[in-house]
């Protein structure tokens, strides 16, 4: 099947993308779950942009480039901050409705809060569920627009890549991508002239994850096999606040409680942040996870309390309706009982290595959102600047597609499917394997994760871990390429390589940055580190 364009993923960056190409271009959208299942619609926090007359441009950019300790990219992060406000404008074109405020004698404005890290109100939000809020303004401009073709519930297995003659000799060329039917199990080929990867985060290499369940790192796994260049995925950003609760489910409470005047608090009530930061319960959160980490491993306690019972209970009810809502079916009643959190893998900063315009480093590919490594986020990820991101760079996405597709026009088939790297799925006689015996490799890689490549690391404990993930993905290649493809199977395979590609880059950084805290090397080393982790060619 030929399309102009193929998107894969559909948080905000790839419908955007989507919804931008199809003025020019027929989109095919694929994507693993129903519409609004994705990071995007997680996001209770918002987007951060400069919308107040006491904000700048350049304190957006100086609060960004101090979150990222050293490590952002300015050029990244100024087109990202400098192009914000037009973008949330798109948004309100396309029908989202953020929460307003009124102004005495004028129209009322755009409620900003702030998040940690954060010198500025400038948290553009929906009360706490601004990411679900943006999903479905997408979701329904992408249904409404008859360019579009979307597949719900189809996986993309590999991407079609071919090495081809090109103006700096020999270069590999991207042509689409063999997807998963995940009802039938039919795998197929999708060729496109323009491929972008737009499949969100990797929570799930990780045991506790506030991501859904399909964040499984599955455009960075696909982007390594094809030869792209991968970056900076030692940096996993750990939300520190994910309600503590059996049945909770990392359930996330949002930077924004933070961000309104919740207080953390040791079990016995101690503010405790104090002697970690300036900002104290405002403080970067790679700083708030560490602090609680720390604290955790000092106390022996399982949590610590995030208190916001000193605010007025009707504010918190109609500022953090879900939030409230979710801890009552817990028995806690947030306006009255402080919230027992832990920290949780959040979202990842490293990703696909690309450019200004989401270009990667293999032709006619593209990367948009958290799958990308665009050095807006450098080592650490300031609070709501990843929808901000997304909508950014998905813009320029299309943009440059444009150029592409009028200046170097279709793309040529490929010669056969012995070109294609997702050429050995197409199996029709394999044999079925054990749903069982996937999860309990799946729990196996997670675990490791969790317990040697965390908040805090060493290098024997790296090492170790890289040994046996190492174990572990030669072991579930050979069960690929023996078995059957199922979602489940190819999950795996996506978690247990993404997993050996983190450790590949902590193991190469000898010293503690943002989000990558070494006990062996616990100083910010700016002689020797002040640059990327750049894997592959």
Not at 92 to 97: F, K, L, S
Not at 275 to 288: F, G, K
Not at 439 to 459: C, E, N, P
Not at 503 to 509: D, F, G
């Amino acid at each position: 099947m030929q399309s102009t364009v193929l998107v894969i993923g559909s948080g905000v960056a790839g419908l955007t993308y989507a919804l931008k190409a199809a003025e020019f271009a027929s989109v095919t959208l694929v994507t693993k779950k129903e519409h609004t299942e994705s990071n995007t619609n997680y996001a209770q926090g918002g987007i951060a942009a400069v919308m107040a007359a006491d904000d700048s441009p350049e304190l957006h950019i100086q609060d960004t480039e101090v979150a990222g300790a050293g490590l952002c990219h300015r050029d990244a992060v100024e087109q990202m901050v400098r192009e914000g406000p037009a973008r949330v404008r798109d948004l309100i074109d396309w029908g989202a409705h953020f929460s307003t405020e009124e102004a005495a004698g004028r129209e009322p404005r755009l409620s900003l809060g702030r998040e940690g890290g954060h010198t500025r109100n400038r948290i553009i939000h929906a009360k706490d569920l601004t990411g679900r809020e943006v999903e479905r303004t997408l979701v329904a401009a992408v249904q409404r627009h008859p360019g579009i073709r979307v597949f719900q519930h189809h996986a993309a297995v590999d991407l079609i890549v071919e090495e081809r003659d090109g103006p700096a000799g020999r270069e590999r060329v991207v042509l689409g991508a063999t997807v998963l039917d995940s009802l039938d199990g039919v795998v197929q080929p999708l060729l496109a002239d323009a491929t972008v990867l737009a499949t969100g985060g990797a929570g799930h290499v990780y045991l506790h994850t506030t991501n859904p369940s399909i964040a499984t790192g599955d455009g960075v796994a696909m982007a390594w096999r094809a030869g792209a260049r991968i970056a900076n995925m030692e940096f996993i950003q750990f939300h520190p606040t994910t309600l503590y609760h059996p049945e909770a489910h990392s359930f996330l409470i949002s930077e924004a409680v933070r961000g309104e005047g919740g207080v953390l608090k040791l079990q016995d009530g101690t503010p405790f942040m104090d002697a970690y930061h300036p900002m104290a319960s405002l403080a970067p959160r790679d700083i708030v996870a560490r602090a609680i980490d720390a604290e955790l491993k000092r106390t022996g306690d399982d949590f610590v309390y995030l208190d916001v019972t000193h605010l007025e209970a009707a504010f918190i009810r109609d500022r953090f309706p879900t939030i409230y809502e979710r801890c009552l079916q817990f028995g806690l009643d947030i306006t009255r009982d402080p919230i027992p959190i832990v920290p949780a893998a959040h979202y990842s900063c490293g990703g696909v290595l690309t450019d200004l315009e989401a270009r990667a480093s293999l032709r006619r590919l593209y990367a948009v959102g958290e799958v990308a490594c665009t050095g807006v986020h450098g080592a650490n990820r300031l609070a709501s600047n990843s929808l901000l991101e997304a909508l950014v760079f998905a813009d320029h996405a299309a943009t440059d597609t444009r150029l592409l597709l009028e200046r170097d026009g279709p793309a040529r088939p490929p010669a056969g499917p012995s070109a294609w790297s997702g050429a050995g799925v197409l199996k029709s006689h394999a044999a079925e394997v054990s749903p069982e015996f996937v999860a309990q490799l799946r729990l196996l890689v997670q675990t490791l994760m969790w317990s040697h490549v965390g908040i805090v690391r060493t290098d024997r404990r790296l090492a170790q871990a890289q040994r046996e993930v190492e174990i572990l993905r030669q072991a579930v290649e050979s069960l690929f390429n023996s078995s059957q493809v199922t979602p489940e199977l190819l999950e795996l395979r996506n978690i247990t390589q993404v997993g050996w590609l983190i450790i590949e880059c902590a193991r190469r950084r000898k010293e503690s940055r943002g989000l990558h805290d070494n006990a062996d090397y616990p100083q910010r080393d700016d002689e020797h580190w002040l640059y990327d982790t750049v894997l592959g060619d």
